[in-house]
């Protein structure tokens, strides 16, 4: 994994917007309507193209594929593993934090994201077709792309335990290993294929506020540890180096009051056998997050990879409060641990539509323009 040697790389979480017309056929087969399945395999691929693309003219160093070919970050695991079934959802997912507020009307534009996965048989590895598809499309589009390096995002153990309703295993905690086992296949596989792996676990942090809201902080750390060392277990055999941790509170427009702090939770993020930890620090809620590194000593070899564009709002961040926010970081833990990036995907699903497309990647450019005055400072 490259590290900030001579400027501040950039990167982002992954998920990106997805055409019109794409998420039409995405929306279709989510839906189990007919669709053109074909013609979904080539909107995927011309649509990977054209998402590096425009990572490059954001100037984006370290990219991914946008995952254009997943209805969600979580959701496209029941194209992966067997075990798994869709079933509409009946009601809106809550959190605490929103009920603290009834007048509280979040916008939520998602229909893909109206269905819900149910583990209702073994899970297990399915075919690979899916997976492969995704590391082949992934590999022609970057043929002669200017990147620095490229990772693909794959969903933890933990927070499928957090999204999927368990109706088949005795407990939650065999469910939980149980998808370690399936995911250590998809892990293993996007490594070998080349890519950085970056592991999705909002779980971490915002399961206190979506699962856990009334557990005191000692037992939530207990939840979290159990589902780190699941992640480990699914680690087994990878390099640290090769896998990047991220981390965050929901993306999504709320209060966030309840979030757990940083500090209550970090020494266990510590424990996962990873070479980057990913975590917010733009976000309203999070932005002074960088003085927990006062007095917290980041792991030697623990590159930190930091949000300083907020994926919850359509305003454009000046590239001098990115570049603040950087510097902030980079004078406590040093210029070289630190990778700018954005607090969370701005697709998380495919047809989420909170920050206007054309906004997400004028944020990407003010990302990288903020990245490359923190290099002035912190390299003059």
């Given at each position: 994994?490259?590290r900030?040697?001579?400027?501040?790389?950039?990167?982002h979480?992954?998920?990106?917007a997805?055409?019109?017309?794409?998420?039409d056929?995405?929306?279709?087969?989510?839906?189990?309507e007919?669709?053109?399945?074909?013609?979904l395999?080539?909107?995927?691929?011309?649509?990977?193209?054209?998402?590096?693309?425009?990572?490059?003219?954001?100037?984006?160093?370290v990219?991914?594929?946008?995952?254009?070919?997943?209805?969600g970050?979580?959701?496209?695991?029941?194209?992966?593993?067997?075990?798994?079934?869709?079933?509409?959802?009946?009601q809106?997912?809550?959190f605490a934090d929103?009920?603290?507020?009834?007048d509280?009307?979040?916008?939520?534009?998602?229909?893909?994201?109206?269905?819900?996965?149910?583990?209702?048989?073994?899970?297990?590895?399915?075919?690979?077709?899916?997976?492969?598809?995704?590391?082949?499309n992934?590999?022609?589009?970057?043929?002669?792309?200017?990147?620095?390096?490229?990772?693909m995002?794959?969903?933890?153990?933990?927070?499928?335990?957090?999204?999927v309703s368990n109706?088949?295993?005795?407990?939650?905690?065999?469910f939980l290993f149980?998808?370690?086992?399936?995911?250590a296949?998809?892990?293993?596989?996007?490594?070998?294929?080349?890519?950085?792996?970056?592991?999705?676990?909002?779980?971490?942090?915002?399961?206190?506020?979506?699962?856990?809201p009334?557990?005191?902080?000692d037992?939530?750390?207990?939840?979290?540890?159990?589902?780190?060392?699941a992640l480990?277990h699914?680690?087994?055999?990878?390099?640290?180096?090769?896998v990047r941790h991220?981390?965050c509170?929901?993306n999504?427009?709320?209060?966030?009051h309840?979030d757990?702090?940083?500090?209550?939770?970090?020494?266990?993020?510590?424990?996962?056998?990873?070479?980057?930890?990913?975590?917010?620090?733009?976000?309203?809620?999070?932005?002074?997050?960088?003085?927990?590194?006062?007095?917290?000593k980041?792991?030697?070899d623990?590159?930190?990879i930091?949000?300083?564009?907020?994926?919850?709002?359509n305003?454009?961040?000046?590239?001098?409060?990115?570049?603040?926010?950087?510097?902030?970081?980079?004078?406590?833990?040093?210029?070289?641990n630190?990778?700018?990036?954005?607090?969370?995907?701005?697709g998380?699903?495919a047809?989420r539509?909170?920050v206007?497309p054309?906004?997400?990647?004028?944020?990407?450019?003010?990302?990288s323009?903020?990245?490359?005055?923190?290099?002035?400072?912190?390299?003059?």
């Amino acid at each position: 994994m490259k590290r900030s040697t001579d400027r501040i790389l950039t990167t982002h979480t992954g998920s990106l917007a997805r055409p019109a017309d794409l998420i039409d056929l995405l929306r279709a087969k989510e839906a189990g309507e007919s669709y053109d399945a074909a013609a979904l395999a080539e909107r995927v691929r011309s649509s990977v193209a054209e998402v590096v693309q425009k990572q490059t003219d954001a100037g984006v160093d370290v990219v991914s594929d946008g995952e254009e070919s997943k209805p969600g970050f979580a959701n496209y695991i029941k194209d992966h593993l067997t075990g798994f079934v869709t079933r509409e959802r009946t009601q809106s997912r809550s959190f605490a934090d929103q009920a603290d507020f009834p007048d509280f009307r979040p916008l939520e534009t998602s229909t893909i994201g109206s269905w819900r996965l149910v583990c209702n048989g073994p899970v297990a590895p399915g075919d690979g077709a899916a997976l492969q598809a995704d590391l082949a499309n992934f590999s022609a589009a970057l043929e002669g792309a200017p990147v620095t390096e490229a990772f693909m995002p794959a969903i933890s153990p933990g927070t499928l335990s957090q999204n999927v309703s368990n109706e088949h295993y005795d407990s939650d905690d065999a469910f939980l290993f149980a998808v370690a086992d399936a995911m250590a296949h998809e892990y293993k596989a996007i490594v070998d294929a080349g890519f950085l792996l970056q592991i999705d676990s909002p779980d971490l942090a915002m399961g206190k506020n979506a699962q856990f809201p009334d557990a005191s902080v000692d037992e939530f750390r207990a939840v979290i540890d159990r589902r780190v060392e699941a992640l480990n277990h699914a680690l087994a055999g990878i390099p640290a180096d090769r896998v990047r941790h991220h981390i965050c509170w929901g993306n999504y427009e709320g209060p966030h009051h309840r979030d757990i702090e940083l500090r209550d939770i970090v020494d266990v993020l510590f424990k996962a056998n990873v070479g980057a930890m990913y975590i917010e620090g733009a976000s309203p809620r999070h932005g002074h997050d960088w003085k927990v590194f006062e007095d917290v000593k980041l792991p030697k070899d623990l590159t930190l990879i930091v949000g300083v564009i907020d994926t919850k709002t359509n305003i454009i961040e000046h590239p001098g409060l990115v570049a603040d926010r950087i510097v902030n970081y980079a004078n406590l833990i040093g210029r070289e641990n630190v990778i700018a990036g954005t607090d969370c995907g701005f697709g998380t699903a495919a047809d989420r539509t909170r920050v206007a497309p054309s906004i997400s990647w004028a944020k990407l450019k003010a990302m990288s323009d903020g990245a490359a005055l923190a290099s002035q400072e912190l390299w003059r």
